[in-house]
Every structure is written in structure tokens, then in C-alpha cells.
T-cell receptor, first 114, second 118 residues
Framework: NAGVTQTPKFRILKIGQSMTLQCTQD?????MYWYRQDPGMGLKLIYY???????DKGEVPNGYNVSRSTTEDFPLRLELAAPSQTSVYFC?????????????FGEGSRLTVL | AQKVTQAQTEISVVEKEDVTLDCVYE???????LFWYKQPPSGELVFLIR??????QNEISGRYSWNFQKSTSSFNFTITASQVVDSAVYFC???????????????FGRGTQLTVWP
């Protein structure tokens, strides 16, 4: 079972560059999320989606964009990368509504902006 | 507002000791869910348990047990006879839907780094 797959696992960007973190899940989950994890700060929600074509902002959306054209894919776009976006990014999906179900996480993508 | 506090930043124990990780949460919602996740050194996040606000029964799973007390807004996690493989960061998380309008967000605590020494 693939579960939630994120690519790339590691990436170094220069300030001002753009990139897309890819996320795919094969569990037919409607709910998908992007979190970032900074050292000692837990995970913070960037964006989430309740289904194809529907996305909404989380706690820390500035500097990011998302789209959800299919149930399976939920890419996260970084425009004009900044050092403050150096973090580990986790994509997750869930099968139950209103936060009742466990989140299934990808393995994370470590991004460094220099 | 939803908030999860894990006051213990780091805990070190020696193998076979029991250890309790504290979690205190805040929410005004009457229906909510609490979770614990484990993040081993490899970095992935592993689901351990989900508990809803209407079920205050304690739960035991092998060496793991959870104590949920609504009166103190706490959802503590105990590892009995700890092992080196238990070394990880443990996150407590809360999901609530105030007024039914917020869907599926998990609010995480900052995590507790547990180190178990042989």
C-alpha cells in the first residue's frame, strides 16, 4: 500500500525561486492537508482541502498556494521562496469528516531556502 | 480557540522505567477528538490513538495507556517499561469543529522528545 506519497524528499532552493511539492494519496480520501513542522514548534496547518475543487487556508498560508483538481493529488506551490519557509512539510489525508478520523501522513519533504 | 499544550519539552528515562507524557487541551466545542502521534528519528508520523470527547474510558494497548480526564482537560500518555525503540517525539493533537463549521483541522502541541537510554 502506497498511502500518501510526497516528492521530493529533500530540496534546496535559492531565495526567490519557486517550486511545487507534490502529494498523492491512493486511499480515496476526500480530506487532504499540508502541514509544516519547524523545530520545537509542532505542526502548523498551511492549507487543507475537503474534496476536489475545494481548498481553504489554515493557520500559516502566506507564501503558499494549493490546488485540488483530483481526489488523489494535492500539490503545494511555493512562490518566491524565503528563508522563513525552510521547514519540513508534511502532506496528510483523512477518510472521515470533521476531523474525526486519523490523519495518514506522507514521509515529509525537507526544504531549505538559502 | 483550540490549543494543545505539552509542557514537557524533553524527557529522558532509563530503559524499563515508566514514563508519562502530559497533554492539556483547550476548546469550547463540546464535541472534539484527541490524538497522539509518534515521530521516530526517521521522521514519519505514526498514529497511536484517537479518543472522542464522549468517551472518558482509559485505554490500554500493550505497554501504552492513555488517561483522558475532561475535568482537567488532559489526555496523558503513559509508556510502561519503556524501551529504547520508544525514543521519539510524541505529539498530542486536538480536532474540534466549533459550530460545525471547521472541518478536519488538527491542532498539534509542540511535542515531547522522549529519550530512552539503555
Amino acid at each position: 500500500n502506497a498511502g500518501v506519497t510526497q516528492t521530493p524528499k529533500f530540496r534546496i532552493l535559492k531565495i526567490g525561486q519557486s517550486m511545487t511539492l507534490q502529494c498523492t494519496q491512493d486511499m480515496n480520501h476526500n480530506y487532504m492537508y499540508w502541514y509544516r513542522q519547524d523545530p520545537g514548534m509542532g505542526l502548523k496547518l498551511i492549507y487543507y482541502s475537503v474534496g476536489a475543487g475545494i481548498t481553504d487556508k489554515g493557520e500559516v498560508p502566506n507564501g503558499y498556494n494549493v490546488s485540488r483538481s483530483t481526489t488523489e493529488d494535492f500539490p503545494l506551490r511555493l512562490e518566491l521562496a524565503a528563508p522563513s519557509q525552510t521547514s519540513v512539510y508534511f502532506c496528510a489525508s483523512s477518510y472521515l469528516t470533521r476531523g474525526t478520523g486519523e490523519l495518514f501522513f506522507g514521509e515529509g519533504s525537507r526544504l531549505t531556502v538559502l | 480557540a483550540q490549543k494543545v499544550t505539552q509542557a514537557q519539552t524533553e524527557i529522558s528515562v532509563v530503559e524499563k522505567e515508566d514514563v508519562t507524557l502530559d497533554c492539556v487541551y483547550e476548546t469550547r466545542d463540546t464535541t472534539y477528538y484527541l490524538f497522539w502521534y509518534k515521530q521516530p528519528p526517521s521522521g514519519e508520523l505514526v498514529f497511536l490513538i484517537r479518543r472522542n470527547s464522549f468517551d472518558e474510558q482509559n485505554e490500554i494497548s500493550g505497554r501504552y495507556s492513555w488517561n483522558f480526564q475532561k475535568s482537567t482537560s488532559s489526555f496523558n500518555f503513559t509508556i510502561t517499561a519503556s524501551q529504547v525503540v520508544d525514543s521519539a517525539v510524541y505529539f498530542c493533537a486536538l480536532s474540534a469543529s466549533p459550530g460545525g463549521s471547521t472541518l478536519g483541522r488538527l491542532y498539534f502541541g509542540r511535542g515531547t522528545q522522549l529519550t530512552v537510554w539503555p
